[in-house]
């Protein structure tokens, strides 16, 4: 501080240096490297992790491509980065994480990520992780055991117009209408099923008779889709 006072006599030998006018300075000086230190740092993040424009949803579509339709809060993990901890959507139809950055938005491909961890609690991991093929890069983890995955993957149907004039019904527009597949994976054999979220579907489970006489013993109810998550979870306990 001793330093900072004989430095503005130096540089403001006109005025009097008091006590306030050199914390009000310093303050200043401080405020002014901690702003060139966040754009800095954006620019850095946009560098080291080749982030991209935003692109624009195609034009005459109704329908929301983003999984979230809002930014939310995550830590974002890398293949070959640090994590980046920031609020963030995912666009399914371009397959790329949407970063929102103090008031700007820069964009990254969703198969360079790893993994996100979201503060609503939900996580998203890398299909090539669980051997899925399909065009989004991430998938919604479910529920997770010694034994099994179950994961949700998300993505975008493109429906063609269907206005009919004669009875003023359906679209003339190209619509964007969310959809979702669900797999449970098997950590002993690398086995990936696919699975309706339904009673039906448990029929597909590698034990499912087992799971059935246990559901049945103690009435357990298949009303939602976590109902049927923990259908599967208890399955998993059953092998």
Same mark, same amino acid.
């Given at each position: 501080?001793?330093?900072?006072?004989?430095?503005?006599?130096?540089?403001?030998?006109?005025?009097?240096?008091?006590?306030?006018?050199?914390?009000?300075?310093?303050?200043?000086?401080?405020?002014?490297?901690?702003?060139?230190?966040?754009?800095?740092?954006?620019?850095?993040?946009?560098?080291?992790?080749?982030?991209?424009?935003?692109?624009?949803?195609?034009?005459?579509?109704?329908?929301?491509?983003?999984?979230? #339709?809002?930014?939310?809060?995550?830590?974002?993990?890398?293949?070959?980065?640090?994590?980046?901890?920031?609020?963030?959507?995912?666009?399914?139809?371009?397959?790329?994480?949407?970063?929102?950055?103090?008031?700007?938005?820069?964009?990254?491909?969703?198969?360079?990520?790893?993994?996100?961890?979201? *503060?609503?609690?939900?996580?998203?991991?890398?299909?090539?992780?669980?051997?899925?093929?399909?065009?989004?890069?991430?998938?919604?983890?479910?529920?997770?055991?010694? *034994?099994?995955?179950?994961?949700?993957?998300?993505?975008?149907?493109?429906? *063609?117009?269907?206005?009919?004039?004669?009875?003023?019904?359906?679209?003339?527009?190209?619509?964007?209408?969310?959809?979702?597949?669900?797999?449970?994976?098997?950590? #002993?054999?690398?086995?990936?099923?696919?699975?309706?979220?339904?009673?039906?579907?448990? *029929?597909?489970?590698?034990?499912?008779?087992?799971?059935?006489?246990?559901?049945?013993?103690?009435?357990?109810?298949?009303?939602?889709?976590?109902?049927?998550?923990?259908?599967?979870?208890?399955?998993?306990?059953?092998?």
């Amino acid at each position: 501080m001793t330093t900072f006072f004989y430095y503005c006599i130096l540089i403001y030998p006109e005025i009097m240096i008091t006590k306030s006018t050199v914390l009000l300075s310093a303050f200043l000086l401080f405020a002014i490297a901690a702003s060139s230190q966040a754009s800095r740092e954006f620019s850095d993040i946009v560098t080291d992790l080749g982030m991209i424009s935003v692109r624009d949803k195609p034009t005459g579509y109704e329908g929301s491509i983003r999984l979230f #339709d809002n930014f939310l809060p995550a830590s974002v993990f890398f293949q070959a980065f640090q994590d980046l901890q920031g609020d963030i959507d995912y666009d399914l139809y371009f397959d790329q994480i949407v970063v929102s950055f103090k008031g700007r938005e820069m964009a990254v491909n969703a198969d360079q990520i790893d993994s996100i961890k979201l *503060k609503t609690g939900q996580f998203l991991l890398n299909r090539r992780l669980l051997q899925i093929e399909s065009k989004e890069s991430l998938c919604e983890r479910l529920a997770e055991t010694p *034994k099994l995955t179950v994961v949700k993957c998300h993505r975008v149907d493109v429906l *063609k117009p269907d206005y009919n004039v004669q009875l003023d019904i359906g679209s003339p527009n190209y619509r964007f209408i969310k959809n979702s597949s669900y797999y449970v994976y098997y950590k #002993d054999t690398k086995e990936l099923v696919s699975l309706k979220p339904t009673k039906s579907g448990l *029929k597909h489970l590698r034990n499912y008779k087992a799971l059935k006489a246990k559901m049945k013993a103690e009435s357990i109810p298949l009303e939602t889709e976590m109902d049927v998550v923990k259908a599967i979870v208890l399955s998993g306990e059953l092998l």
